[in-house]
């Protein structure tokens, strides 16, 4: 019965067994806010070469990578890393909310994940329906975090 959060925390962090400070360092460089911002431009540029079947994702992600870049530019030293971004939130009670940056991190890293099965599925099978890679895609990474209303949008 782990949390949503925790394991976000997780995936977002690949944390590996290691000792004291070492595996500290480790740690916030696996969660450094500006990779996370550097990869999810660079999916925004590839979603554009796509066109415009997956505009309700980039959408989400141009709303989440603003969110991030705007906390980050407040104080880029205080959020270098996503930990820290997540751990005060949750201490400030804001984690949850629809507007946080911590479900900024989380719907960050599923629309990476959701993108690079679908991306696999195009190499493996570039002559398959983009529709139904698109399907697949989003059974197995996204929908299962999407109520009804969201999964209608991504059907269309």
């Known amino acids: 019965g782990k949390s949503e ?12 067994p290691g000792d004291g400070e070492e595996q500290e360092q480790e740690q916030q460089l ?39 870049q705007d906390l ?10 996503l930990t820290a971004i997540v751990i005060e939130e949750v201490e400030e009670g804001t984690s949850k909310k629809t507007n946080s940056c911590t479900r ?20 493996k099978n570039p002559d398959s329906s983009l529709k139904k890679m698109v399907e697949e895609a989003y059974n197995s990474t996204l929908k299962p975090f999407h109520g009804w209303i969201s999964s209608a949008a991504y059907r269309v």
């Open 30 to 68: 696996r969660s450094s806010t500006m990779d996370l911002l550097c990869v999810s431009k660079q999916l925004l540029h590839v979603l554009d070469e796509i066109g415009p079947t997956l505009l309700v994702l980039r959408q989400d992600i141009q709303q989440n990578v603003q969110r991030l």
């Open 104 to 123: 900024a991190i989380i719907w960050l890293a599923r629309s990476i994940n959701f993108s690079v099965h679908l991306l696999e599925r195009l190499m």
């Open 72 to 81: 980050h530019a407040r104080d880029s030293s205080k959020y270098a890393t």
């Open 5 to 16: 959060l925790r394991v976000a925390m997780e995936e977002l962090c690949l944390l590996s």
